[in-house]
């Protein structure tokens, strides 16, 4: 099955704000409920260790991303005497279209751990007082493959370590299951908050979300990088003093896609992700 590169609805800037804010924060009351990235915490945790990081700069982080649930997690890793976790100060939520309300109220739930950053950022040019290692969770499908260069590119000329991580997958079972998370809006809405007679709308009188929902998670599919696309990538970077490990996380309820870059005086004598999960 051949990568599409095709359009995703609601990432087009003719799609109204409004109804892309509501599609958004279904998206992100999904990923909470299904706690899907839950399984790379261990991960996430030897890679910013291993940096000596403690912030992080979230790209494309739509309703919020799976932060809130991820530093949880790692707070509880921690708590229950699992491997000391290195404490990070700040997290920063960015997107080039920002959901403001809605990562306001991730930073709110938080406690302040996480902070949103108010302005546009372009994922292939960060802007330069934000620091730390920057990730990015279900959003890497969107760029072409130009789009996708400049992106490790900008981190690797920042010094920057980056993660990318995808749940999507370019096989026939994965999309298969973008039809019944298609019907989760119909189930789920009532209980999205803040709640808004507008998503009630754009869900069950005239259903443009779940449409959204299905028609850009079976496009996410087949725009979803393989492992071997991104090592093609990754090669032709000019990137000497990085590392790079991708491959797939399979620990969890479906194989996570990771892509890891970071300056090998971090990598240096360390393990593989694969092995230890450090970079």
Request: proline residues 7%.
């Amino acid at each position: 099955m051949r990568r599409i590169q095709f359009i995703e609805l609601h990432e087009q800037p003719w799609f109204p704000s409004s109804i892309r804010d509501e599609t958004t924060d279904a998206l992100q009351f999904g990923l909470n409920l299904s706690k899907a990235y839950e399984p790379i915490a261990p991960l996430l945790q030897g890679v910013l260790d291993s940096l000596g990081s403690c912030s992080v700069v979230d790209l494309c982080s739509g309703g919020g991303g799976p932060w809130l649930e991820l530093s949880r997690e790692l707070q509880s890793r921690e708590l229950q005497g699992g491997a000391p976790c290195l404490h990070i100060s700040r997290i920063w939520l960015t997107d080039k279209y920002p959901n403001l309300r809605a990562l306001e109220n991730a930073g709110a739930l938080s406690e302040n751990r996480i902070t949103y950053y108010p302005s546009s950022v372009d994922a292939m040019k960060v802007p330069s007082e934000l620091k730390g290692f920057r990730t990015m969770f279900s959003a890497f499908h969107h760029f072409s493959p130009e789009e996708v260069r400049a992106i490790l590119q900008n981190a690797a000329d920042a010094g920057e370590g980056i993660g990318i991580f995808e749940i999507t997958r370019r096989a026939p079972s994965t999309i298969g299951l973008m039809f019944p998370w298609a019907l989760m809006p119909f189930v789920c809405t009532p209980w999205i908050r803040p709640f808004r007679w507008s998503r009630l709308l754009w869900t069950y009188l005239i259903p443009i979300i779940p449409l959204v929902f299905l028609f850009d998670g079976v496009v996410s599919c087949l725009r979803t990088y393989r492992p071997r696309e991104l090592r093609e990538i990754v090669d032709k970077l000019t990137a000497g003093e990085y590392q790079w490990e991708i491959g797939e996380h399979s620990s969890g309820r479906v194989p996570i896609t990771y892509l890891i870059g970071c300056p090998q005086a971090c990598a240096a004598g360390s393990h593989s992700i694969g092995d230890a999960a450090h970079c």
